[in-house]
Structure formats: C-alpha cells, structure tokens
C-alpha cells in the first residue's frame, strides 16, 4: 500500500479510543512513514498516538516511547511546518510528554 492508504486506514482508527485501536493506527502510521520517511502528517499522527497510550495509561509510557513520540513530533514539524494537523498533533505531543 502507498503512503497516503496507510495514514487513511490510521486515521479510520485513531479517533476510535480504545487502546486496541490506537495500536493499530500507530501500525499504520508507522508503515506510512516507512513508505514515505517524509510524510509530515503521518509522523504527527504517530506521535499523537503515543500521546493517547499515555491517557489511556494512566500517564505511563517507558522512556523509550516517550523519546519515539517526540522524535516523530520534532520530524513532523522539520517535514512541514505549515501544515495544521502536523502543528496541532505535534505540539499536542509535545506539551504531554517533554
């Protein structure tokens, strides 16, 4: 699948809100970064993700994580600063988990 099909398969299920599907969107993120390294909005919304297990945790995420949603955040906001949805997701992760 393209880029552009993963990050809509994600999107049909991050919104979701259970920590099944928030898993699952963060797969799907993950294979569109991986088909396009730079795809602003699919390293936002990955990042974003982190961001929900973080709610649906009880405000726990292993260091490891905490610095894979940063990272993909800051490379969103390198990829494409002018994007909304890569602005609001990426300071979103940002403000929860720096």
Same mark, same amino acid.
């Given at each position: 699948? #393209?880029?552009? @099909? !993963?990050? /809509?398969?994600?999107?049909? /299920?991050? &919104?979701?809100?259970?920590?099944? *599907? =928030?898993?699952? %969107?963060?797969?799907?993120?993950? &294979?569109?970064?991986? #088909? *396009?390294?730079?795809? %602003?909005?699919? &390293? #936002?919304?990955?990042? !974003?993700? +982190?961001?929900?297990?973080?709610?649906?945790?009880?405000? =726990?995420?292993? *260091?490891? *994580?905490?610095?894979? %949603?940063?990272? /993909?955040?800051?490379? %969103? /906001?390198?990829? @494409?600063?002018? @994007?909304?949805?890569?602005?609001? +997701?990426? #300071? =979103? =992760?940002?403000? !929860?988990?720096?």
């Amino acid at each position: 699948m #393209a880029a552009y @099909d !993963w990050l /809509l398969k994600g999107l049909s /299920l991050m &919104h979701k809100l259970t920590e099944q *599907d =928030t898993r699952a %969107a963060l797969e799907c993120f993950e &294979h569109a970064i991986e #088909a *396009d390294k730079k795809y %602003a909005r699919a &390293h #936002a919304f990955a990042s !974003w993700c +982190y961001r929900r297990r973080v709610q649906q945790g009880g405000l =726990t995420l292993s *260091d490891r *994580d905490r610095n894979r %949603a940063v990272t /993909l955040a800051r490379q %969103a /906001l390198q990829l @494409d600063r002018s @994007d909304p949805y890569v602005l609001v +997701y990426s #300071a =979103t =992760t940002i403000e !929860w988990l720096e």
